[in-house]
């Protein structure tokens, strides 16, 4: 089946730094990757829409210079978040759709925290 | 704006018991309905996925129905094991074409007791 890679599932990092998380599909091609941003017993709140070659597409009240999204390949976006601060410490999760199957594969997720 | 909800937020049961889990949505123009488990700590897993054009998927223990019309969903589970232990989110695509977000649900919480 499909399968999204996310890496680092964990990282701290000092306040005012930048992180950067990665998404890859593995054994498919994903012109359309997903960032949502998941708060502790909430459920998952879309962030951005990642498209291969162009501009990504952000949720309204998402800062686009704070969460900076590259989709530069048809199996890798990147999420960066910018100078973090302690509030966006939180959990992050990319998925991809695979378009055979129909339905939406999720990688396994990244904790930021932020210090 | 499309809201989906699941009740209940949590639940506990003994272990063999079959249950269920519900999630309704406001707009039913939808295109499929996923359900996903998520343990601690960890990215989704997908359960089963159904389109709109049907009412039932089935994958082992698990039985999933749609009645798109009245906008509810419900997540079956037979004969519950402690590693169905999990939080279950449903959630919700409204359309094919140009909209390809997934609306999530709030999440059922559901512990099996041993």
């Known amino acids: 089946g499909a399968v999204v890679s996310q890496h680092p599932s964990r990282v701290i990092c000092k306040s005012g730094t930048s992180v950067k998380i990665e998404c890859r599909s593995l054994?498919?091609?994903?012109?359309?990757m997903f960032w949502y941003r998941q708060f502790p017993k909430q459920s998952l709140m879309l962030m951005a829409t990642?498209?291969?070659?162009?501009?990504?597409?952000?949720e309204q009240g998402v800062e686009k210079d704070k969460f900076l999204i590259n989709h530069a390949s048809l199996t890798l976006s990147t999420l960066t978040v910018t100078s973090a601060h302690p509030e966006d410490s939180s959990f992050y999760i990319c998925?991809?759709?695979?378009?055979?199957?129909?339905?939406?594969?999720f990688g396994s997720g990244t904790r930021l925290t932020v210090v | 704006k499309q809201e989906v909800t699941q009740i209940p937020a949590a639940l506990s049961v003994p272990e063999g018991e079959n249950l269920v889990l519900n999630c309704s949505f406001t707009?039913?123009?939808?295109?499929?309905l996923q359900w996903f488990r998520q343990d601690p700590g960890k990215g989704l897993t997908s359960l089963l996925l159904?389109?709109?054009?049907?009412r039932e998927q089935t994958s082992g223990r698990l039985n999933a129905s749609l009645d798109k019309s009245s906008g509810r969903s419900t997540l079956y589970i037979a004969a519950s094991q402690p590693g169905d232990s999990a939080t279950y989110l449903c959630?919700?695509?409204?359309?094919?074409?140009?909209?390809?977000?997934?609306?999530f649900g709030t999440g059922t919480r559901l512990t099996i007791i041993p």
């Open positions: 998925s991809a759709r695979d378009r055979g199957h129909g339905g939406y594969t």
């Open positions: 054994d498919f091609q994903a012109t359309t």
């Open positions: 990642s498209n291969e070659g162009s501009k990504a597409t952000y």
């Open positions: 707009d039913s123009a939808i295109y499929n």
């Open positions: 159904i389109q709109s054009s049907q």
């Open positions: 959630a919700v695509k409204e359309s094919n074409f140009g909209n390809e977000k997934l609306t």
